[in-house]
């Protein structure tokens, strides 16, 4: 073996000994955080730490799942979750259609100033957007955590960057058989696009439903409160008991793996798209 086939070999085991640990790391905290869930609580603030429960406490799942409205949560998360994503769906297609093909006076402007609020943080918006919903009376409503964030500027862009790439020859083709611009948009424009359209909705599902800071400061009981919210006060209410903590956390997590796990193959294909077509 000569010392380019060493030095390969080498590489190749530090390459994946490096991608090892960082999973490992990754996949911890969360191993702790099961683990934990099926300890006693005097197991989990024992000194020195153990990693194994001695008998796994399943109950400690049943008494979380009763100390909280939960089923209330999820519901809650899953009217916000579903029609914001199908909102931002609408406005981002529509929108990044009309970026790619249609010719407006004031389209580069418009895109420009549109690219240039991503610069702004998020943060900055709250204020603003509260003193909207305060004035249009929407507090502790769905209406407020679902109306400012119906559209996504980077969504928008990201699309339609796909939508560029559709060659014009399917659109000159499909004006001289007299298809309007919603049938094109409709029969060709969306079916060449699933991927990436199908990733923007899996990754604004997910961001809906691990939404925190704005579903925390426009809620206030728990009618309308999110499950991040709900675990956020649950673990105030409950601040001695932290195996039912860690099992809560778990509840509100397992949602949001059972969806990687059936949508994960979506999520890499348009990624992965979206690396090769950006």
Not at 10 to 38: C, D, H, N, Q, R
Not at 227 to 233: A, E, F, I, K, T
Not at 251 to 275: C, D, N, Q, R, T
Request: proline share 5%; hydrophobic share 55%.
């Amino acid at each position: 073996m000569n010392k380019r086939k060493i030095v390969n070999v080498v590489a190749e085991v530090l390459k994946y000994a490096i991608l090892i640990a960082g999973a490992i790391f990754t996949l911890l905290p969360f191993l702790w955080m099961i683990l934990s869930s099926l300890k006693t609580s005097a197991e989990i603030t024992a000194i020195p730490p153990s990693l194994f429960p001695k008998v796994p406490q399943f109950s400690n799942f049943a008494e979380a799942w009763k100390s909280a409205p939960f089923p209330r949560y999820i519901f809650n998360t899953l009217v916000v979750t579903i029609i914001s994503t199908a909102g931002v769906l609408v406005t981002t297609v529509l929108a990044a259609y009309a970026f790619a093909r249609l010719n407006f006076l004031g389209k580069k402007i418009m895109l420009s100033l549109m690219l240039a609020t991503l610069m702004i943080p998020g943060e900055m918006l709250i204020i603003t957007n509260f003193i909207t919903i305060t004035k249009l009376k929407w507090i502790n409503t769905y209406q407020a955590m679902i109306v400012p964030y119906l559209a996504s500027v980077f969504y928008i862009y990201l699309l339609t960057q796909f939508f560029s790439q559709v060659p014009d020859a399917l659109y000159l083709a499909a004006k001289v058989d007299k298809c309007n611009d919603f049938k094109y948009l409709i029969k060709i424009m969306i079916p060449i696009n699933k991927s990436p359209i199908t990733t923007v909705c899996i990754l604004n599902a997910i961001g809906c439903w691990n939404s925190f800071m704005w579903p925390l400061i426009v809620t206030m009981s728990d009618e309308h409160t999110l499950l991040s919210v709900g675990l956020l006060r649950f673990r105030q209410a409950s601040s001695s008991n932290l195996h039912n903590q860690m099992a809560a956390a778990c509840i509100v997590l397992l949602p949001m793996v059972i969806f990687y796990i059936v949508f994960h193959k979506k999520i890499m294909e348009g990624v992965a798209s979206g690396g090769t077509k950006g």
